[in-house]
């Protein structure tokens, strides 16, 4: 009988995950966290982080189907992907989620027509930091034309409700989120004139995983986030979108090698 241990194997210590989302939610207390489900979507993952309270962010209906399976509540779900397929809004509508971001014109006429009503989140580009693990340039839109699509949402009867952005993933450097946190003010008394009050700034992802260096504490982000928050023209909701933060350092991948050879003089 095979007796030999089946690779490739990734074993999560969920104690590690645990200790990273106490980690994240108490440098960024300011902040409600919104797991990335699509980080690492094991359901004793996302069963951990649910029992500590954590929320969601979601990038598709399966992940929305995973969480459920789990008893995560869809008022706990924001869906944040920007473009998404029209059945996905509205599996997601259907379920209770009513938390929707969009960066085009395209996305408000899905979004008004499959789930009517909701609250909706216009994703600003960031994109002026490289991060260790580029991500940006494909999502966004500059600060004029955020205004414009959050009239376009109202206009076709969804809730303007917010700014988001993303830096990029494993982004090592703080600083990153100074000139975007600027753009969402600008944006927020934009619409303040204009006679709409938002309620929510999405500060994405990107926070950093231990590789092989140790990156700057959660502190230092904290410091320039906070600043940022203080330089908005009202207060209003923060949401994280975490997702290699909390997962990356709690896994341990085993892998078996099968055989070697030499190439070119090199084993």
């Avoid at 089946?6 to 645990?18: F, K, N």
């Avoid at 076709?156 to 703080?174: I, K, N, R």
Wanted: net charge neutral.
């Amino acid at each position: 009988m095979d007796t030999e241990r089946r690779t490739p194997e990734l074993v999560m210590d969920l104690d590690v995950v645990e200790e990273a989302y106490w980690r994240i939610s108490s440098a960024l207390p300011m902040a409600t966290v919104h797991y990335a489900t699509k980080c690492n979507p094991h359901p004793a993952v996302l069963t951990r982080l649910h029992k500590l309270g954590s929320s969601f962010e979601i990038a598709s209906a399966l992940e929305l189907e995973t969480l459920q399976r789990v008893g995560v509540h869809a008022t706990q779900v924001l869906f944040s992907n920007p473009v998404k397929p029209v059945r996905h809004i509205a599996f997601a509508h259907k379920a209770g989620v009513r938390l929707f971001t969009f960066d085009s014109l395209d996305e408000v006429a899905k979004l008004a027509s499959a789930a009517p009503g909701s609250a909706v989140v216009v994703r600003l580009a960031a994109h002026q930091t490289r991060s260790d693990v580029p991500s940006e340039g494909k999502f966004g839109v500059d600060p004029d034309s955020a205004v414009g699509l959050l009239l376009a949402a109202r206009d076709h009867g969804l809730v303007p409700y917010g700014v988001a952005f993303h830096v990029g993933s494993q982004m090592l450097s703080p600083v990153a989120w100074r000139t975007p946190l600027s753009m969402v003010a600008y944006v927020m008394k934009r619409m303040w004139s204009l006679g709409v009050t938002l309620r929510m700034v999405d500060l994405g992802g990107g926070f950093p995983a231990r590789y092989g260096a140790e990156p700057l504490p959660l502190s230092d982000y904290a410091a320039v986030i906070e600043a940022g928050l203080a330089g908005l023209p009202y207060p209003v909701d923060t949401v994280v979108e975490p997702g290699r933060a909390v997962v990356a350092e709690a896994g341990t991948l085993t892998a078996t090698v099968i055989g070697t050879a030499v190439r070119s003089g090199d084993r």
